[in-house]
């Protein structure tokens, strides 16, 4: 396969992967008969999901690793050929283990997580799809003005006027929305806070993990499961209780929530595809191109009314 077609492959897989998970999160928040009102145990099911899928993978790659070390070295090229075609997608997962000591290290991040899983999900809940990516268009904003704050960097004036321009484009796509949602508005905005908190506080716990980001999706996932846990408890725990009967025993929503957590874990594979593929400023042109797309799909997949102001803020 030549370079073009075989990054035209990953750019495609990425969109897929990406608006699936969005249009899959928005049937388990607000679908009739499918959903559920309990945002905080569809976002922990996730975390399990992903948490487990990273131990696994964790593990496969330790047994082919200890394959390798037993495999003869004469064996003849289409052996060795074949053990490292399948060795090549599971080497990248670390060995699966879980160090208190490290997960200690890394809870700061682990809190700043739950919140930008949360309120990413609790806006998607109560917006429009085709509005959602304009209600968390601030990450950018916030991106440049805490790094600032936090890591004391300097901003330019071409950034403050490419930042004017998104801001814009947030308030005419808020103003534009036939189905404007304040407290999804407002979700959006704290998602868009907790999305800068979180690359920028990544940066700092990495090195705890051996700047290793599958390491670091494990271990964040696996304290966002305990995290998450009193606060279902306290919070949705009469909700969870009524669904007994009804969704939590529906083959069609548990089949939806672990598609949906399968595709929570596949982002960051694409991710990582699409970046190495490409470079990181492709990825995020790529992304923001997704976005447009997907918002526009969902004006016919969804019915969402569109206006002119809003199309244009978007």
């Known amino acids: 396969m030549s370079d073009s077609k075989y990054i035209a492959s990953v750019v495609a897989t990425y969109w897929c992967v990406s608006i699936s998970m969005v249009y899959l999160n928005k049937m388990l928040m607000s679908s ?13 099911f996730q975390c399990v999901v992903t948490a487990l899928i990273c131990w696994v993978a964790g593990k496969v790659s330790e047994s082919l690793q200890k394959k390798a070390e037993t495999l ?18 599971f080497s990248q997962f670390p060995k699966a283990e879980y160090n208190a000591e490290v997960g200690k290290k890394i809870l700061p991040l682990s809190f700043i997580f739950v919140g930008m899983i949360t309120f990413n999900n609790l806006c998607l809940k109560y917006v429009e799809v085709s509005f959602y990516n ?42 534009g929305e036939a189905k404007f949602s304040t407290i999804g508005t407002m979700f959006g905005i704290c998602s868009s806070v ?13 090195p705890a993990v051996d700047n290793d980001h599958w390491k ?18 306290y919070y949705e725990a009469g909700t969870l209780y009524g669904a007994l009967g009804n969704q939590l025993v529906s083959p069609i929503f548990w089949a ?17 595809m699409q970046i190495k593929a490409t470079s990181p400023l492709s990825h995020n042109i790529s992304g923001t191109a997704k976005a447009a797309v997907q918002s526009m799909m969902a004006f016919y997949i969804w019915k969402n ?8 803020g978007m």
């Open 216 to 233: 670091l999706t494990f271990y964040n996932n696996v304290n966002a499961v305990v995290l998450f846990a009193p606060l279902i408890a």
């Open 32 to 44: 009739e008969g499918v959903s559920i009102s309990a945002p905080l145990f569809i976002t922990w």
């Open 134 to 175: 304009v209600a968390r268009s601030l990450t950018i904003v916030f991106n440049v003005f805490l790094s600032q704050f936090i890591l004391g960097s300097t901003t330019s004036t071409k950034t403050g006027i490419c930042l004017a321009v998104v801001i814009a484009g947030f308030f005419l796509g808020a103003k």
């Open 256 to 272: 939806a929530m672990s598609v949906a957590g399968v595709f929570g874990f596949s982002i960051g594979i694409v991710t990582v």
């Open 72 to 89: 003869p070295f004469n064996d003849g090229d289409k052996v060795a050929k074949g053990h490292n075609k399948s060795k090549s997608f």
């Open 305 to 312: 009314p569109a206006t002119v102001m809003g199309v244009t």
């Open 194 to 206: 907790f999305v800068s908190l979180n690359s920028i506080f990544t940066k700092k716990v990495l």
